[in-house]
Nanobody
Framework: QLVESGGGLVQPGGSLRLSCTGSGETLDDYAIGWFRQAPGKEREGVSCDARRSGGSIIEGFTDIVKGRFSVSRDSAKNTVYLEMNKLMPEDSAIYYC??????????????????WGRGAQVTVSS
C-alpha cells in the first residue's frame, strides 16, 4: 500500500515536498514513479527512479520539471519524497506515486507500474 501526503496550496514560485510511504514491503526493492493528472488531462509521468542490483539508482524527470523537482528516499521511514521547487500554476494537479518491483529502467509510462497511491492534491495559485 502506498500513501501520499504533503500536498496543499502554494503560491507560484513556492515549494512543496510530497511523501510516498509504503507499508508491508520495503520500497527499496521497488522502482518508484511520480505522476500527476490535471482536470481534463491524461496522467503524465513526472519522475522515476529505478534501482539496479548493486545499489545504483537511475533517475529521470520529464522536461517540464527538470531542474525544479528532485526525488529522494528515506529507507528507515520506507518513504520516497518528491521535492518540488519554483512551482508554477501549470504544476497544479493530483500527484500520485507508483511502484513496481520489476522495473529496471526509468519509465514514465503509467502502465508499467503495478501499485498506486490515492493521490495528493497540489494547487499552485496566488
Amino acid at each position: 500500500q502506498l500513501v501520499e501526503s504533503g500536498g496543499g496550496l502554494v503560491q507560484p514560485g513556492g515549494s512543496l515536498r510530497l511523501s510516498c510511504t509504503g507499508s508491508g514491503e520495503t520500497l527499496d526493492d521497488y522502482a518508484i514513479g511520480w505522476f500527476r493528472q490535471a482536470p481534463g488531462k491524461e496522467r503524465e509521468g513526472v519522475s522515476c527512479d529505478a534501482r539496479r542490483s548493486g545499489g545504483s539508482i537511475i533517475e529521470g524527470f520529464t522536461d517540464i520539471v527538470k531542474g525544479r523537482f528532485s526525488v529522494s528516499r528515506d529507507s528507515a521511514k520506507n518513504t520516497v519524497y518528491l521535492e518540488m521547487n519554483k512551482l508554477m500554476p501549470e504544476d497544479s494537479a493530483i500527484y500520485y506515486c507508483a511502484a513496481d518491483r520489476q522495473i529496471l529502467q526509468c519509465t514514465h509510462s503509467p502502465t508499467d507500474y503495478t501499485y498506486w497511491g490515492r493521490g495528493a492534491q497540489v494547487t499552485v495559485s496566488s
